[in-house]
């Protein structure tokens, strides 16, 4: 018989996982204790005992998110022969991955969290602060090919991956919107369909 008063045993893993879902599905502000106590089967003061506060609770889900779901994402990007094949890859894996029924629609480093109260904009920040390091690992990679000379001199790296990136975070807001996996693909084709005019910009005629 187990000891009176004694907490209940919990698996903090499958724990944090379900509170990473909470998350994604309703954002840092929508969440409430009420979401996430039930969601992890577990009361308050456990809660806090194993995780501090709500927002370390999220900082610990997005981590686990970023490991778990945006990891093998992005592997689709660093495991390809080079820059182009692998910004294609990550989106249309992105549009499969965003509109996946089992999983809650769009990215949670994109959607957690809107501007609202102090903590709101802690949480807001460091989630800015990860989309920019994807713009990084991005503009590196298209450095590379550059260096490489797979692209031409000359190209903006940067402003190619913000274009990207920005096309990456637009389809996962479009998929919380209800936006079809097909439509998601059309969006990712389109936007390779650019590829050219932005690494291979036209010469400017002598005058």
Same mark, same amino acid.
């Given at each position: 018989?187990? +000891?009176?008063?004694?907490?209940?045993?919990?698996?903090?893993?499958?724990?944090?996982?379900?509170?990473?879902?909470?998350?994604?599905? =309703?954002?840092?502000?929508?969440?409430?204790?009420?979401?996430? =106590?039930?969601?992890?089967?577990?009361?308050?003061?456990?809660?806090?005992?194993?995780?501090?506060? =709500? +927002?370390?609770?999220?900082?610990?889900? #997005?981590?686990?998110?970023?490991?778990?779901?945006?990891?093998?994402?992005?592997?689709?990007?660093?495991?390809?022969?080079?820059?182009?094949?692998?910004?294609?890859?990550? %989106?249309?894996?992105?549009? =499969?991955?965003?509109?996946?029924?089992?999983?809650?629609?769009?990215?949670?480093?994109?959607?957690?969290?809107?501007?609202?109260?102090?903590?709101?904009? $802690?949480?807001?920040?460091?989630?800015? $602060?990860?989309?920019?390091?994807?713009?990084?690992?991005?503009?590196?990679?298209?450095?590379?090919?550059?260096?490489?000379?797979?692209?031409?001199?000359?190209?903006?790296?940067?402003?190619?991956?913000?274009?990207?990136?920005?096309?990456?975070?637009?389809?996962?807001?479009?998929?919380?919107?209800?936006?079809?996996?097909?439509? %998601?693909?059309? #969006?990712? +084709?389109?936007?390779?369909?650019?590829?050219?005019? %932005?690494?291979?910009?036209? $010469?400017?005629?002598?005058?």
């Amino acid at each position: 018989m187990a +000891e009176r008063g004694r907490p209940r045993a919990f698996d903090r893993d499958l724990a944090l996982k379900r509170a990473m879902e909470v998350f994604w599905a =309703k954002g840092y502000a929508g969440a409430s204790l009420a979401d996430l =106590k039930s969601a992890m089967g577990i009361n308050a003061p456990s809660l806090y005992a194993a995780f501090g506060s =709500k +927002e370390q609770l999220f900082e610990a889900a #997005v981590d686990l998110y970023a490991e778990i779901e945006g990891g093998p994402l992005w592997a689709h990007f660093t495991e390809a022969p080079d820059a182009r094949e692998g910004i294609g890859r990550l %989106l249309r894996a992105s549009a =499969k991955t965003y509109t996946d029924p089992a999983r809650p629609r769009g990215c949670l480093v994109v959607l957690g969290a809107l501007i609202g109260g102090e903590a709101e904009a $802690r949480v807001a920040t460091r989630l800015a $602060r990860l989309r920019r390091v994807a713009i990084d690992r991005m503009t590196a990679r298209l450095a590379a090919d550059v260096a490489a000379g797979r692209l031409p001199q000359g190209i903006d790296c940067q402003a190619i991956a913000t274009f990207y990136t920005t096309v990456q975070q637009g389809m996962s807001l479009q998929a919380r919107d209800g936006a079809s996996r097909a439509t %998601l693909l059309a #969006v990712a +084709e389109s936007a390779m369909a650019a590829w050219e005019s %932005l690494t291979h910009p036209p $010469r400017a005629v002598a005058g």
